[in-house]
């Protein structure tokens, strides 16, 4: 049994590239669609409510693409939106907080685990309780960097500002001594080399982007949901608002490789996904 439908990955703006990006390294004949909220960008400081409205949206308008599989390629969003959605649909949904947080609890050895991410992830305390529920004996230090990623998005990841607040986000959890740090942000694994020079090698770091596709990956073959292996898969990438800044961040990932980009109204999304109007 095989299913070529694509996949349907979203995020507010380039951060969940980074798991588009290793899902098609891990996954190469599955087809995706991406979806970057650009319109709203960010979703860090927004309201939960705000955020579940809007990617209860996007999941709707994916649905309308036919997509097999949703994933919520932004830790904010999975935050806010994962429960809820999949009361709402009935489509497979995955998020990137629990793959983070299992394969932190795996790699610390000193059970001290620091998180960073932006304000919302951070105030629902989404990664204490999924770190608590994998070994409830670990520590676990969040951290919230907000500026972290506006200066990703506009495509400053290795710049000497960058550098000055990373070091002091990352302060406490040095002072903590945690192992293990958990990138709770899909636009930080842009941050790498950066958090690399910081933390120095004996800091595991968790990036979602792998465990997240890994996920994926264990999910699809489970259910006999996968792309037949000589299925030629397809990718495409919708924005809301302007796709300047995006495309260039896009493409230093993804270089000839950048899916085509089609721009949507953010009204369309509303009126696709039959909710136009609601708060
Ligand atoms: N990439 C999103 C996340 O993983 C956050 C970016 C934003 O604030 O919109 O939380």
Do not use: W
């Not at 809820?84 to 990137?96: H, L, M, S, Y």
């Not at 699809?220 to 302007?242: D, Q």
């Not at 493409?251 to 009126?271: A, K, N």
């Amino acid at each position: 049994m095989s299913d070529p439908r694509p996949i349907g990955v979203f995020d507010s703006g380039v951060g969940g590239l980074t798991v588009l990006r290793e899902l098609q390294r891990q996954l190469p004949s599955e087809s995706t669609i991406y979806f970057a909220d650009l319109g709203h960008f960010p979703y860090g400081p927004r309201y939960q409510a705000q955020v579940r409205h809007f990617a209860l949206n996007i999941i709707r308008f994916l649905e309308k693409l036919d997509v097999k599989m949703v994933v919520i390629a932004c830790n904010t969003a999975t935050a806010a939106a994962l429960n809820a959605a999949r009361e709402v649909f009935d489509i497979p949904i995955i998020g990137v907080i629990t793959p983070g947080a299992e394969a932190a609890v795996a790699a610390t050895r000193n059970k001290r685990v620091g998180v960073i991410s932006t304000e919302g992830t951070m105030q629902s305390q989404e990664y204490l309780h999924a770190i608590r529920e994998a070994n409830p004996t670990i520590g676990v230090l969040p951290k919230a960097a907000p500026q972290l990623v506006d200066l990703v998005e506009s495509g400053k990841a290795n710049a000497p500002e960058t550098e000055a607040v990373l070091r002091e986000a990352l302060q406490d959890i040095l002072d903590y001594r945690a192992d293990t740090l958990i990138l709770g942000c899909t636009h930080y694994p842009l941050l790498r080399p950066l958090i690399t020079k910081i933390a120095g090698d004996n800091m595991t770091v968790v990036d979602s982007a792998e465990t997240t596709a890994a996920r994926v990956k264990r999910v699809l073959a489970k259910n006999g949901l996968e792309s037949a292996e000589n299925e030629t898969a397809r990718h495409r990438i919708y924005v809301t608002g302007s796709p300047e800044r995006f495309t260039e961040t896009a493409r230093h990932l993804f270089g000839q490789d950048l899916p085509p980009i089609t721009t949507v109204r953010l009204e369309l999304v509303e009126e696709l996904s039959g909710r136009e109007g609601a708060a």
